[in-house]
């Protein structure tokens, strides 16, 4: 059964940084397309960086273009997602996402089965 489970949200100035986790159970983090979504409060959930099987090729949306780095630890079974210089603009709760489907991260949440239960991101100004 495949789980997922994030961590590391959290309340920072803008400017500042986190780290999320997402440790996953039940499969292996590179064997499955993994990706981060956000949703804020009123907008539609949103596609925020893809990590690809095998070579682990990475994709960002790009409002977090050279801000955000999305990383997998095989040893550790997570994913992670680092957030640099964070904007008031990237307050969210964040999910991961897995699937096996052999598209790209961003065609949409529809395609992604599993889910993490989200972790909340406040940035104030």
């Known amino acids: 059964q495949v789980q997922l489970v994030e961590s590391g949200g959290g309340s920072v100035q803008a400017g500042g940084s986190l780290r999320l986790s997402c440790v996953a159970s039940?499969?292996?983090?590179?064997?499955?397309?993994m990706a981060w979504f956000r949703q804020a409060p009123g907008k539609k959930r949103e596609a925020v960086a893809g990590i690809y099987t095998s070579r682990g090729n990475t994709q960002y949306v790009d409002s977090v273009k050279g801000r955000f780095t999305i990383s997998r630890d095989k040893a550790k079974n997570t994913l992670y997602l680092q957030m640099n210089s964070l904007k008031p603009e990237d307050a969210a709760m964040y999910y991961c996402?897995?699937?096996?489907?052999?598209?790209?991260?961003?065609?949409?949440?529809?395609?992604?089965?599993?889910w993490g239960q989200g972790t909340q991101v406040t940035v104030s100004s």
């Open positions: 996402a897995a699937d096996t489907f052999g598209g790209a991260y961003c065609r949409g949440d529809q395609y992604f089965r599993y």
């Open positions: 039940g499969y292996t983090v590179s064997s499955y397309l």
